[in-house]
């Protein structure tokens, strides 16, 4: 709930300015504590977009996570496992950044 109390804050202090605000989810992480964090702050940052003015939220999760929903640091691409993320866990690779920057520029180019 205070995640989403300080999103919306931020929000309503962007619309105020006449901003628009993109926002783009954290995906999960390999430690399950942290990526427990990012959900609930995805959750909380979904819904107070979906209440403000001139907001879009763009969401990462599925990208960087398996079947399951649970943190994964390979995926198939063009037919053969690529690493998505360093060996923290936590950071890109290139091939994850670039999957990344697709999903957002795909985002930003589609109707809300």
Do not use: Y
């Not at 879009?56 to 640091?73: C, E, K």
Request: glycine share 10%; aromatic share 8%; hydrophobic share 45%.
């Amino acid at each position: 709930q205070d995640f989403q109390a300080k999103a919306a804050r931020f929000l309503s202090i962007a619309a105020g300015h006449g901003v628009s605000v993109v926002w783009v989810g954290l995906p999960p992480m390999r430690e399950k504590t942290f990526s427990q964090k990012a959900w609930t702050a995805n959750e909380a940052m979904r819904a107070a977009c979906v209440t403000a003015k001139g907001c879009r939220f763009i969401d990462s999760w599925d990208l960087f996570a398996d079947n399951s929903g649970n943190f994964s640091a390979k995926k198939p691409l063009g037919g053969k496992a690529v690493s998505l993320r360093g060996k923290d866990g936590v950071h890109f690779s290139a091939a994850g950044c670039r999957l990344l920057t697709d999903r957002i520029a795909t985002g930003l180019t589609t109707a809300p």
